[in-house]
């Protein structure tokens, strides 16, 4: 039980990484808030994490709204706080940016980079408060890459690293930490919000073959739990997972 007595924040706990850093969280005595759009699918993974004995409460939120986020933080400051956030929520609809689909580009900088900041600034006067607490950033390979039809997204993502980065050189004299994960192809639903048909198609076949394994979500949430376990003094700066057959 390596984190009994502490709380943890999962962004975008409905479905993938975050539905799997949730479970892992929960196997390790976390106790868990669990935040996405679709409260149905938060209730269900609840029921099931509370079966297992675990602590859960479910806090439904679009993290792009920054006033459903100011409430959220207020409702997360009545628990108690939070000790840890792992940041995951976002979203993919990747398209050229020669095709000039402006909507998606609002969405994906609302989201992953809006988003993120928001759900920072729910947890670390807190954590500051307390001198302790722990803020994991998903951004992605695309934080340090990118492909044509990925420049947004990989724009949104590197602006989650930088955010990491400057993050944990503000914070480090208060005593909180900051982690930036960084996966390469996980196998989960994000492929589903790309809205280009000819682009979700290239993706969703796996485009690195049909023998080339992407990870699981499992695989990100050990690589989660590794940087959470480290010792007080140790603050895993970043993590880039890549399946083994990646480019
Ligand atoms: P999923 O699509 O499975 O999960 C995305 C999660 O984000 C869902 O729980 C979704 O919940 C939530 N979400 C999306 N939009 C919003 C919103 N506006 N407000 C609140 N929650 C939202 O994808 P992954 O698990 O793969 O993605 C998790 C993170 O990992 C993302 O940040 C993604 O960019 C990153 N990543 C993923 C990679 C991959 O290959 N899969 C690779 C690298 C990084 P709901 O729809 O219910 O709101």
Same mark, same amino acid.
């Not at 954590?127 to 695309?142: F, T």
């Given at each position: ?17 975050? /539905? ?22 938060? /209730? ?7 079966? /297992? ?21 207020? #409702? ?47 947890? !670390? ?27 947004? !997204? ?18 480090? #004299? ?7 994960? /960084? ?42 739990? !590794? ?21």
């Amino acid at each position: 039980m390596k984190f009994k007595g502490k709380r943890a924040w999962v962004t975008g706990a409905s479905s993938g990484i975050g /539905q799997a850093v949730a479970r892992a969280l929960a196997g390790e005595g976390a106790e868990i808030v669990l935040s996405a759009r679709r409260e149905d699918r938060l /209730q269900s993974l609840a029921e099931e994490l509370k079966n /297992q004995g675990a602590q859960v409460h479910i806090e439904a939120a679009d993290v792009s709204d920054r006033a459903a986020m100011e409430t959220v933080a207020e #409702r997360l400051a009545a628990l108690g706080g939070i000790d840890i956030l792992i940041n995951n929520a976002g979203t993919m609809p990747i398209s050229p940016i020669i095709n000039g689909r402006v909507d998606e580009w609002d969405q994906m900088i609302d989201v992953n980079i809006k988003g993120v900041l928001y759900a920072i600034n729910a947890v !670390y006067s807190g954590m500051a408060e307390r001198k302790a607490g722990h803020i994991v950033n998903v951004s992605s390979i695309a934080a340090r890459t990118t492909y044509p039809s990925a420049g947004v !997204y990989a724009g949104t993502k590197h602006a989650v690293r930088a955010i990491s980065e400057t993050l944990r050189k503000e914070a480090i #004299r208060f005593g909180v930490r900051v982690t930036d994960i /960084q996966p390469g192809s996980v196998d989960t639903e994000l492929p589903d919000s790309i809205g280009h048909e000819k682009i979700r198609g290239i993706v969703k076949s796996n485009m690195y073959g049909e023998d080339a394994a992407m990870l699981k979500a499992d695989d990100i949430a050990n690589a989660v739990i !590794y940087a959470l376990e480290q010792p007080e003094h140790v603050d895993v700066g970043e993590l880039l997972i890549w399946p083994t057959r990646q480019e």
